[in-house]
C-alpha cells in the first residue's frame, strides 16, 4: 500500500491513519508513503513521528505510486468518512473501522527531538491546551471549511469565553500556546496573562508568506504539547487540536462553533459567489 501525501500535515496524517487502520485490518505490518513536500507542508511527516506495531517506509516503487482516495468532505474522522471510503473486502462494519481509526492516531509516537522538546515544554494535565488556525482559513469570500475574519473574531470570543468557564471548574495551573502564526500566538499569550494564566509556548518560527509552521519539528513540537494537556480550547477549523484530541485522550475540549450569520448577510455573500461564479464563466469559458 503506497498512496501519495501530498495535503496540509493535518490531513497527511488523517490520510496516513487511514490507510495504517487499512492495513493493519488486513494483517499488514508495513506501509509505504509517497510524501510530496508543499507549501502547506513543506517537511515530510516521517522525520517527527512513527506508528507503532507499523513499519512506514518511503516509497521505492514506480514513478506514479496509487493515491489514496479519501474525500474531503469531512477534515477529521468520523462515521460519515468511514462509512464513504470504507474498503467493502474488509469486511468490518464502520462504527468498528472508526474505532479502529481513532486508536491509530493513539498509536503515534514523536521522534526523539519531538519528544524532548516537548518534555522541556513542562506540559502536564494541569495545562490548558490553547490551538488557534487563523491563516488559511480566513477567506473575505469563504468556501467550504472557511469563514470570514468577521466570524473569525467571534470564534475567538467564544473562545474566551470558553476559557473563562473552563478556569472557573479549577484544575487549571497554566496554559500551553500554539497558532499557525506568529501573530496568533501573540494575541492569545496576551489574552491568556491577562486572565492570570502563565503561558507556556513552544518558539516556533514562522516564515511571511508561507501559511502555517516553517518546520515539521514546530509542528509536531505544538501537536503533542497539546495532546498531553488536561483541557483545550480550540477554534472550530483547529485541525491540529482534534488530532492531539485523538493522540492524547483529551477528553476535556471546547471547540468554538461557526457563528450564526445574519439572514441577510449570508443572502447577499450568496448572491455575490454566484454573480463570481458567472463572470468566471463568462470569462474563462469555465464550467
Given at each position: 500500500m503506497a498512496p501519495v501525501l501530498d495535503y496540509g500535515a493535518c490531513d497527511r496524517?488523517?490520510?496516513?491513519?487511514?490507510?495504517?487502520t487499512v492495513a493493519r485490518l488486513k494483517g499488514l505490518r508495513s506501509v509505504q508513503l509517497n510524501e510530496?513536500?508543499?507549501?502547506?507542508?513543506?517537511?515530510?511527516?516521517?522525520?517527527?513521528?512513527?506508528?507503532?506495531g507499523m513499519d512506514v517506509r518511503p516509497w521505492k516503487g514506480d514513478a506514479n505510486p496509487p493515491q489514496l482516495q479519501l474525500d474531503d468532505q469531512c477534515p477529521y474522522p468520523d462515521l460519515g468518512t468511514v462509512e464513504r471510503n470504507l474498503p467493502g473486502e474488509l469486511g468490518v462494519a464502520p462504527p468498528e473501522f472508526l474505532e479502529e481509526w481513532l486508536a491509530t492516531y493513539a498509536s503515534i509516537r514523536p521522534s526523539a527531538e519531538v519528544q524532548r522538546a516537548v518534555t522541556a515544554a513542562g506540559v502536564t494535565r494541569e495545562t490548558l491546551g490553547v490551538h488557534v488556525r487563523r491563516t488559511d482559513k480566513v477567506r473575505a469570500m469563504p468556501g467550504r471549511h472557511e469563514r470570514t475574519v468577521q466570524e473569525q473574531r467571534r470564534e475567538e470570543a467564544q473562545m474566551e469565553r470558553m476559557t473563562r468557564e473552563r478556569l472557573a471548574r479549577g484544575g487549571i495551573r497554566n496554559a500551553y500556546v500554539a497558532s499557525d502564526s506568529a501573530a496568533g500566538k501573540e494575541d492569545w499569550t496576551g489574552r491568556l496573562a491577562a486572565l492570570g494564566l502563565p503561558v507556556i509556548a513552544h518558539g516556533s518560527q514562522y516564515t511571511e508568506g508561507r501559511r502555517r509552521h516553517t518546520g515539521g519539528l514546530d509542528f509536531f513540537v505544538d501537536l503533542f504539547a497539546l495532546s498531553q494537556c488536561g483541557a483545550m480550547v480550540v477554534t472550530r477549523m483547529s485541525g491540529v487540536g482534534l488530532a492531539a484530541r485523538y493522540i492524547g485522550g483529551v477528553n476535556d475540549v471546547s471547540r468554538a462553533r461557526r457563528p450564526r450569520e445574519p439572514e441577510a448577510v449570508r443572502q447577499l455573500r450568496l448572491r455575490v459567489l454566484a454573480l463570481a461564479r458567472r463572470l468566471r464563466v463568462h470569462t474563462f469559458g469555465g464550467r
Open positions: 496524517l488523517r490520510r496516513l491513519t487511514f490507510l495504517v510530496v513536500i508543499t507549501d502547506s507542508c513543506p517537511f515530510a511527516l516521517m522525520e517527527f513521528i512513527s506508528l507503532a
